[in-house]
C-alpha cells in the first residue's frame, strides 16, 4: 500500500489529476478502474476522481510494489534535474513567486535543450526545500510570459491555488499589469490604441491592422508619458489585452518604435543605438503589478503593488537621451 499526503502545493487540483502526476504510465481508463474497486481510495472513502483536494488529504493506493513502479515511471523521473541561478525576487510566499527577469532570459523553454526561467524557478524551489519533483505530483509554473529581451516581473505559481488564482486574474484583467519603454521621437499626450493583430507563426512576427480579419485578435493598449524629449518618450504602457509582440507592434505601427527593437524598431535608429551605448534589445520592461482585493489564502497579495527596478542600461541610455 501507497500512502499520498496532499501537500499545500497540490491543493485546489482534482484527484483524478494528481494521480495522473503520480501514475504517469497508467492510462484514465486504469485509474477509473482503481477508484471504482477501492483499490485508490481519498481519506478512507471511494473517490469517482472528481473530488478537488485539500491539504492533509491522504490517498491510498492498495497497489503491489510491482504495479506502482510500473505506472509511476519513477527511474526516468528521478533523473530529472533543474539548473540553479541568482534570482532578483520581487515577492514570495507560500503560494506565488514574483521574479524581476533579465533581458536575454526565456520565461518558457522553446526547444528541448532550452534552460529558462521557468527552470531556473524550479531548481530554486528545490535547493530551498520548499518543492521535490520526486516527492509532489505538482510542479509550479510560471504563469505569463515575457519575450526573451523584455525584462521585468513574471508570476510563478508555487502551489495549485496560486497557478490557478493567478491565470485567473490574469484571465479576467483584474491584475493591472504596466510596463516602461522607450520610444523614438517625442509622444506628448496619451493614448488609447485599438486595433486588431494577427499573427505569422513562420516568421514569429505579427501585423497590426484596423479592421478584424480572420484569425485576427482585438488587441486594446494604453500609453502615458512620462518623460519626453524631441528624441525619445519614457512611455507608461498599461496591457489592457495581452497579445505576443503587442505594445512593440502597436507603437511601431504609429510610428514610435521602441528603441532597440530589432522585429518592429527602425534598423537606423538601432544601429546608432547599438554603436553608442551597446544596445541589442528592445528597451521594454515589465515594471509594475497592481493586484485586485484577494481572498485568502493570498491576502498577503491583496491590493498589493509591486515593481522591478529599470535595467541599469535602459536607466543610463535614458539619462542621457531625457
Not at 524550479?122 to 510560471?142: D, H, I, M, N, T
Request: charged share 30%.
Amino acid at each position: 500500500m501507497k500512502l499520498i499526503t496532499v501537500h499545500e502545493q497540490e491543493e485546489g487540483q482534482k484527484l483524478l489529476k494528481l494521480l495522473g502526476s503520480y501514475l504517469k504510465e497508467a492510462s484514465g481508463g486504469f485509474l477509473h478502474k482503481m477508484l471504482r474497486k477501492k483499490n485508490i481510495t481519498l481519506n478512507g472513502k471511494k473517490a469517482d476522481g472528481s473530488e478537488k483536494l485539500k491539504a492533509g488529504d491522504e490517498i491510498r493506493l492498495f497497489l503491489s510494489d510491482e504495479t506502482y513502479e510500473k505506472f509511476a515511471g519513477k527511474q526516468q523521473t528521478a533523473k530529472e534535474q533543474f539548473p540553479t541561478a541568482k534570482l532578483d525576487i520581487l515577492y514570495e510566499d507560500s503560494h506565488v513567486l514574483l521574479v524581476n527577469k533579465p533581458a536575454g532570459m526565456l520565461t518558457q523553454k522553446a526547444a528541448y535543450k532550452d534552460v529558462s526561467l521557468n527552470e531556473y524557478v524550479l531548481g530554486y524551489l528545490s535547493k530551498s526545500g520548499q518543492w521535490s519533483l520526486e516527492e509532489k505530483a505538482f510542479r509550479p509554473s510560471v504563469c505569463n510570459r515575457l519575450d526573451r529581451n523584455t525584462s521585468g516581473i513574471v508570476i510563478c505559481g508555487k502551489s495549485m491555488i496560486g497557478l490557478q488564482r493567478m491565470a485567473e486574474l490574469l484571465q479576467d484583467r483584474s491584475l493591472h499589469k504596466y510596463y516602461l519603454c522607450l520610444i523614438h521621437g517625442a509622444m506628448k499626450e496619451g493614448q488609447r490604441l485599438e486595433g486588431w493583430l494577427r499573427k505569422d507563426e513562420k516568421s514569429n512576427q505579427v501585423e497590426i491592422l484596423k479592421a478584424p480579419v480572420e484569425d485576427a485578435a482585438q488587441i486594446i493598449t494604453e500609453y502615458e508619458p512620462m518623460k519626453v524629449s524631441s528624441e525619445a518618450t519614457l512611455l507608461k504602457v498599461k496591457l489592457v489585452t495581452g497579445k505576443p509582440h503587442q505594445i512593440r507592434a502597436h507603437l511601431a505601427s504609429v510610428g514610435h518604435p521602441i528603441i532597440g527593437d530589432p522585429k518592429y524598431g527602425d534598423m537606423k535608429i538601432n544601429e546608432y543605438y547599438r554603436k553608442e551605448f551597446k544596445l541589442n534589445r528592445q528597451l521594454l520592461h515589465a515594471w509594475r503589478l497592481e493586484f485586485p482585493e484577494l481572498a485568502a489564502p493570498l491576502t498577503d497579495l491583496s491590493q498589493k503593488v509591486v515593481e522591478a527596478p529599470v535595467p541599469e542600461l535602459m536607466n543610463k541610455i535614458m539619462q542621457k537621451v531625457m
